[in-house]
């Protein structure tokens, strides 16, 4: 029943027509980049900064004597953090957004 509803409401995000608007007022961010930034990115995010954390201890033997742990750490952990963590939803997710514009002339 739980995974059921858990399907329906992702159906229900995802296909919602609306446009919600930053709070800025600016540009305008379509629910469905938000609904792909938070099922697929940031559940990749979380990911790579695991898999980053398990990299960078693995690097250590190898950075600590040259110095470049903090680089290091900065590129296997900070980045992906700050790609989970540090930006508005639906935000700097250039590759899906070219998938959900409309075709050019509609």
């Known amino acids: 029943m739980r995974l059921t509803s858990l399907l329906l409401s992702g159906l229900v995000l995802i296909s919602a027509p609306t446009v919600a608007r930053s709070q800025d007022g600016r540009d305008p961010v379509r629910t469905e980049l938000m609904a792909v930034d938070m099922f697929l990115a940031r559940t990749g995010g979380m990911a790579s900064t695991i898999v980053g954390t398990a990299f960078y201890v693995l690097s250590l033997p190898f950075t600590m004597p040259s110095g470049d742990s903090e ?3 900065d590129r296997f952990i900070h980045e992906p953090l700050r ?3 540090d930006r508005p939803l639906g935000r700097r997710l250039r590759v899906y957004e070219r998938y959900l514009e409309p ?3 509609n």
Do not use: D, H
């Open 71 to 73: 680089r290091v750490a």
């Open 83 to 85: 790609f989970t963590f």
């Open 103 to 105: 075709p050019p002339g």
